[in-house]
């Protein structure tokens, strides 16, 4: 699967960094113990630090605001997906498990401070391009709303948008049927492609431990 970062997105913001994980032959089911324990004490910890912190002190959630506003949209008005997790442990409102997939996302979202998005490659079609969305770009999203993607990071294949830093779509939502599976984690350009590359390598390993399969990974920008 060929994946490329659109010109506009390029010119817009010239570091953007991304790790595209590819994954085959996975098996997706209930979260082991394991990985329920860690999410919870890690929001437990979240939680208590932002005692006397705010969000936006987090460095990682202030950078992809900083991001999103440099691509065109209000990191007010459209938070990212990563900033958004955060603001419900603030709210204690903990995340619940959904099922290992998604539950692996969300501990890396939170742990790297960076949004995330998983993806069913076999509902994918033809190349990606990671860009910015148009007027008419808009997708029903896993939020359970149609959202409007213009000026937002979205990424896209031959059947139109289906990812994006905001929130990601329901038409290639992955579930316990997907047996290959699409990760882009939207990295922090400040951190160097040698942490980038490590942090994405760390992320696939976990993945494949609790999943099995194979993967393989690459980092778009950042050089």
Partial sequence: ME?????????RVPDFTAGVIQY???????????????????????????????????????????????????PNRYRHSAEALYRRIKKQNYLQTVHSATDVNNFFSLEYEVPIGIY???KLEGGIQIGIGSESDEYE??????????????????????GS?????????????????????????????????????SLMNMFLQIHGGDGE?????GH
């Fill in 3 to 11: 994946i490329q970062v659109s010109s506009e997105l390029s010119t």
């Fill in 24 to 74: 085959r032959n996975i098996e997706v089911g209930p979260s082991p113990q394991m990985l329920k324990g860690r999410l919870q004490l890690f929001q437990e910890s979240i939680f208590f630090e932002l005692d006397d912190k705010n969000v936006t002190d987090f460095e990682g959630i202030r950078e992809w605001r900083e991001i999103f506003k440099k691509a065109g949209k209000d």
């Fill in 120 to 122: 069913d490659a076999d």
């Fill in 141 to 162: 999203g896993l939020n359970g709303r149609r959202n409007s993607l213009h000026n937002l990071i979205i990424s896209r294949d031959s059947l139109g948008p289906f």
């Fill in 165 to 201: 830093p905001f929130v990601d779509s329901t038409r290639t939502a992955v579930t316990e049927e997907t047996r290959n599976a699409l990760q882009i984690i939207y990295l922090r350009p400040s951190l160097g492609i040698e942490r980038n590359t490590k942090l994405t390598s």
């Fill in 217 to 221: 990974f690459t980092i778009l920008g």
